[in-house]
């Protein structure tokens, strides 16, 4: 293993930290080594020789890039008893130890007092566990005014490890930590109101919280407060309160609401913020409207399905002109099936009627080699669901996807990990588990209603969740898929480092690819391939090369403005590894409601921070991976999903990537290219106060381009002068369309 230890030799002053503040930091004075020992756990052992770790990140970003497997990381800690005496309730200390990534054990002096994985020693299953529980004030693992020894095991397959996070501390469990201000409803519209009910709740103990709840709702642009209440509130365990507002519904700006309750007895408040949710996509029009994209390719000889995306009033009527030999189109459906044998370019004119009016589109139907031409539009069951998706999820996905989007396009319904069942048949072929009790019948459910089916795999033994990969399997696998009628493969790397070289050389990363390639070119059906294998070895600039049609580049996203926007505004580098039929993947969509796994919560972005989000991936022509529970899609979530010139710019047929051509420490433009010589461009804000942003037209790109439309409102703006001068919300975009 070559560590760059030079870097990481770093000598310890303090043999442990003290603290007199309430909150004991912990994010300093770690030590790590890689390897295994339950000799770790204990406080005598002597870890003099160890490495400094920093854990602000994973243990790849510090030298230890190509590490798979167990690591240990050690910390010494005075505890003071004063932290509990000055406390309101006594009950716990609460440890914050950022992530255990893929799954960890915490030891406190010598004992397990935590672990993030469910069942047995399978320590992988703890998925980016949380590091963050508690223990009982009295537990007598606490040494209370004395040096204590957190000892952490922690186990990392694929992408990024370790322990690491933005918070690193012990605490006493305050009477607030028990309080939830649950805001995980939906807004409610109605024509000229939206409403909303929140929840008070406290997780455990017997204490009767009594109080007041202000609410307030203020204008972030100007800081003045446009509404306030205060109402009277009192919760228990096992009993809510519940409060529910109405309020004037607030066009085309988000609203800051801040809930705020006061315990009286204790004196102790606890804040939460939202933004109100704000439309922009106009409503759809009763007229028909064919949507998507203006090419789809399909290789030769192999099944064809192609949904015209239409909206309007129903019903529709569809009709295709030109179609080639061996496709037939059904036209009350819109649905094209069939199969082409010969190679070619064939131009076809859609017409959609309904009884207020007919809309045309011309079309290109590519019969050739390269598939996937756009982007991918569709579903992913991992933000959503993890590992607990099945059967019924999938349908009720597939239902919510054909009665409300593929209208405009979304196409695919991706099963990620979780189906596998635990061995394979005795033919070595891959079963799924009791949660999928028939993959076939299901595929054939999904392609009744126009939409096609995706799966996920690893090259190595084991998925990242644990269950059975395709290593060794691969032909056998890729036919299975090819009998189940699978459209789209997501090959995930996983554990595919135990197999691996341990310092892999490109080679080394493009070689699980192109096995599976291969593989999948033996089956007589169009499987989009998926890299996800976190951008190791600048994939975007061998990806095509090796055969994908699309590629992660970075780790796995999360719901938050830091994730999102770091994965996001980080992509210029991979910008050239964009064309038609292979595209960078900065991950899935993190709207709606996600929880990776049983319990769903609203995303933590914002509702600026989420236009932001799909203008950001739609420019930079990402497949736009919804991972939302779809059984709940809300008004605001669908109007990110439906705006038919937004996704025009993620579909469109030149399939470049935008880049970034301005950045400074307030905002950023991202300029892309689009078939028809115009430009898309996003404004982003990207501080957290309201914006003025003025753009110099000859520097910015402007220059001969005369007509600006702003694309989420799809209206054109009046510009004039030699700037174009913009009001951004806080992390917030302006995306416009310039043309000549
Ligand atoms: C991760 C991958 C996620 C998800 C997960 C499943 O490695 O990045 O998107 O597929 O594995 O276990």
Redesign the pocket.
Known sequence: MKLKLCLLIAVLTASFLRSSAQEINLSQGWKFKIGDSTAWSSPQYNDNGWQAADVSKPWEEQGYAKTDGFGWYRVRVEIPSSIKEKAFIKDSLHFNLGYLDDGGEVYLNGKLVYKNYKTGSDIQHG?YGPGSFSVAANNPAINWDKENVLAVRVFDT??AGGVYGDKFDIKMVDLMDNVNINTDGSFYYEEKTMSKSIRLTASGGSYNYVGKLYFKVTDPETDTIIYQKTNDAHFAAHSPFTYTFTLARLEKKSYKITYTFTDEHSGKQITKTEGAPYILTPYVKAKPRINGPDVFGERPANPFLYKIPATGQKPLTYKADGLPAGLTLNTTTGIITGIVSDKGDYPVTFTVTNSLGSNTKKFTIKIGDLIGLTPALGWNS?NAWG?TVNDQKVRTSANAMADKLSAHGWSYINI??GWEAASRNTNGEIVTNSKFPDMKGLTDYVHNLGLRMGI?SSPGPK???GYLGSWQHEDQDAKTYGDWGIDYL?Y?W?SYSQVSPQNPTLEDFKKPYQVMRASLDKVHRDILFSF?Q?GMGDVWNWGAEVGGNSW?TTG?IEDTWKSMSTIGFSQDKTADGAKPGHFNDP??LVIGKVGWGDHQHNTRLTPDEQYTHISLWSLLSAPLLIGCDMGHLDSFTLNLLTNDEVLAIDQDALGRAARQTFKNDTYQVWTKDLEDGSKAMGIFNTSDKYQTIKLNKAETGFNGYTKVRDVWQQKYVITSGPEFVTKVPPHGVILIKVSK
Do not use: F, H
């Open positions: 998925i694929g992408g991992w590992l990620d990990d996920y998925t990242c969740g997501k995930d996983c996800c976190y992660r796995d991950d899935m």
